[in-house]
């Protein structure tokens, strides 16, 4: 699977960057450009820490199966490599093969605010729609505190929706240096200017989700998706009856086919507005269209081709298990020092 050439990795003083996907459903071009692609390009400068974050999945344990989980897992380790996350250069593994994220959260739970949790507006969203509600739903973002924490993390990439998350983990990691001791890196989250919310195709009112990209045809276009479910989403792509195509005054779905093309293709504002000026919105599509064949055929490619070795993959993420793991225990030796817990001392 090597692709033969050699790229050096940030050594181990460099700032860390750490993200992860949960993984359930289908992996769209949202996460690609507002996570993914940023993951990528931020591999040379960076000491890069990548986790498919399986934990998370268990917050409503109904949804999904055992034989489920552990099929997206792969599933997403290929789309991660796939995408130009280099395991050269960067670390990507399994959150619960690192034993030290459950037990980091446990302990960052008896610091964190009740009151904090139940503000956060996904927690709000999601248990409006549930009957029952699982406490590992509302706990949800001290684990996420705890992933990003433990490795003194500097820069998170994220998407716009998990800034209010970023925020919260700055809040604990405060909160508990008041309580005992400064022990952890204040993060900052790394959020694009332009792309960090793409919106649903079919209703650009809300953003676009794996979980109904998985469940609806038309909602999203998923990174490994045929040409011909790329085109018919495309062109099916709600839009509205007028002819401007222009960043500002458009509607909210002509917003969302520019802006998907403005990233991907790396043109300015004023260059995207010229080249469709009078074009009519089934050109804007079609470029579109082209332009996401483009990105997507290399990365569907490579990844029907790791799916084809497992072990491949099961090496790559054991690997990075190993490689992260020294640095979440010291991370934890330290709060359990300050915190008095652990191995007692003379």
């Given at each position: 699977?090597?692709?033969?050439?050699?790229?050096?990795r940030?050594?181990?003083?460099?700032?860390?960057?750490?993200?992860?996907?949960?993984?359930?459903?289908?992996?769209?071009?949202?996460?690609?450009?507002?996570?993914?692609?940023?993951?990528?390009?931020?591999?040379a400068?960076?000491?890069?820490?990548f986790?498919?974050?399986?934990?998370?999945?268990?917050?409503?344990?109904?949804?999904?199966?055992?034989?489920?989980?552990?099929?997206?897992?792969r599933e997403?380790?290929?789309?991660?490599?796939?995408?130009?996350?280099?395991p050269?250069?960067?670390?990507?593994?399994?959150?619960?093969?690192?034993?030290?994220?459950?037990?980091?959260?446990?302990?960052?739970?008896?610091?964190?605010?009740?009151?904090?949790?139940?503000r956060?507006?996904?927690?709000?969203?999601?248990?409006?729609?549930?009957?029952?509600?699982?406490m590992g739903?509302?706990d949800?973002?001290?684990?996420?505190a705890?992933?990003?924490?433990?490795?003194?993390?500097?820069?998170?990439?994220v998407?716009?929706?998990?800034?209010?998350?970023?925020?919260?983990?700055?809040?604990?990691?405060?909160?508990?240096?008041?309580?005992?001791?400064s022990v952890?890196?204040?993060?900052?989250?790394?959020?694009?200017?332009?792309?960090?919310?793409?919106?649903?195709?079919?209703?650009p009112?809300?953003?676009?989700?794996?979980?109904?990209?998985?469940?609806k045809?038309?909602?999203?276009?998923?990174?490994?998706d045929?040409?011909d479910?790329?085109?018919?989403a495309?062109?099916?792509?709600?839009?509205?009856?007028?002819?401007?195509?222009?960043?500002e005054?458009?509607?909210?779905?002509i917003?969302?086919?520019?802006?998907?093309?403005?990233?991907?293709?790396?043109?300015?504002?004023?260059?995207?507005?010229a080249?469709f000026?009078?074009r009519?919105?089934g050109?804007?599509?079609?470029?579109l269209?082209?332009?996401?064949?483009?990105?997507?055929?290399?990365?569907?490619?490579?990844y029907?081709?790791?799916?084809?070795?497992?072990?491949?993959?099961?090496?790559?993420l054991?690997k990075?298990?190993?490689?992260?793991?020294?640095?979440?225990?010291?991370?934890?030796?330290?709060?359990?020092e300050?915190?008095?817990?652990?191995?007692?001392?003379?």
């Amino acid at each position: 699977m090597n692709d033969g050439r050699t790229h050096s990795r940030p050594d181990a003083g460099s700032p860390v960057v750490f993200s992860g996907v949960q993984p359930t459903g289908k992996m769209h071009i949202g996460n690609y450009i507002g996570a993914i692609s940023v993951w990528a390009e931020l591999q040379a400068h960076y000491r890069n820490i990548f986790c498919i974050v399986d934990l998370h999945a268990l917050t409503i344990p109904e949804a999904i199966s055992a034989d489920y989980l552990r099929a997206k897992v792969r599933e997403y380790a290929a789309l991660y490599i796939a995408c130009g996350i280099d395991p050269a250069r960067s670390a990507i593994f399994v959150q619960s093969h690192v034993p030290a994220h459950s037990e980091l959260a446990w302990l960052l739970n008896c610091v964190s605010p009740v009151g904090w949790l139940e503000r956060m507006t996904q927690y709000k969203t999601k248990s409006a729609s549930l009957e029952s509600v699982s406490m590992g739903l509302l706990d949800y973002p001290v684990l996420q505190a705890a992933d990003i924490l433990l490795y003194q993390t500097k820069l998170v990439p994220v998407g716009e929706d998990q800034k209010q998350h970023i925020e919260l983990t700055r809040d604990i990691a405060q909160r508990f240096a008041h309580l005992y001791k400064s022990v952890f890196t204040i993060p900052e989250p790394f959020i694009r200017q332009s792309g960090a919310r793409i919106m649903g195709l079919d209703d650009p009112q809300i953003k676009m989700s794996k979980s109904l990209g998985e469940r609806k045809a038309g909602h999203a276009i998923g990174l490994v998706d045929s040409p011909d479910t790329i085109r018919k989403a495309v062109k099916e792509a709600v839009t509205d009856p007028g002819r401007n195509i222009t960043f500002e005054g458009s509607s909210p779905g002509i917003l969302n086919l520019l802006t998907i093309y403005e990233v991907l293709s790396g043109e300015n504002r004023d260059e995207i507005e010229a080249r469709f000026e009078g074009r009519g919105y089934g050109h804007l599509k079609s470029d579109l269209i082209d332009l996401l064949l483009t990105v997507l055929t290399p990365i569907r490619t490579k990844y029907e081709d790791l799916m084809k070795d497992r072990n491949y993959i099961d090496t790559i993420l054991d690997k990075g298990a190993r490689e992260v793991e020294p640095m979440a225990k010291a991370t934890l030796t330290a709060v359990h020092e300050v915190m008095g817990c652990g191995k007692l001392t003379p």
